[in-house]
């Protein structure tokens, strides 16, 4: 597994735009395809999802394959994601 964090400068669009920009995390097989992500936006509105928790109404897990090159500096440690993941 790998593990990664990225900033997005862009709000969402519609309805959702006042939750402002937001910081992703990613776990991701070693096929380059997520298995877990958070999505932590400025309002304070985090969306988690895993293979069990696939989509709701606000969005899904990935599915399209990580670019591992594209990624490489946005990696960070096992222990950074999984303390976002049991966070609130």
């Known amino acids: 597994m790998k593990y990664y964090r990225?900033?997005?400068n862009e709000k969402?669009?519609?309805?959702?735009?006042s939750w402002?920009?937001?910081?992703?995390?990613?776990?991701?097989d070693n096929?380059?395809?997520?298995?877990?992500q958070i999505e932590k936006y400025e309002n304070g509105k985090v969306?988690?999802?895993?293979?069990?928790n696939l989509d709701d109404e606000?969005?899904?897990?990935?599915d399209q394959l990580i670019n591992f090159r594209e990624?490489?500096?946005?990696?960070?440690t096992k222990e950074e994601f999984f303390n976002e993941w049991k966070s609130k």
């Open 20 to 28: 402002g920009t937001s910081t992703w995390y990613f776990e991701i």
């Open 58 to 62: 606000f969005g899904g897990l990935g």
């Open 47 to 52: 969306l988690k999802y895993d293979l069990q």
């Open 12 to 17: 969402r669009s519609g309805q959702y735009d």
């Open 31 to 36: 096929n380059g395809y997520p298995n877990r």
């Open 6 to 8: 990225r900033q997005w």
């Open 71 to 76: 990624f490489a500096e946005f990696e960070i």
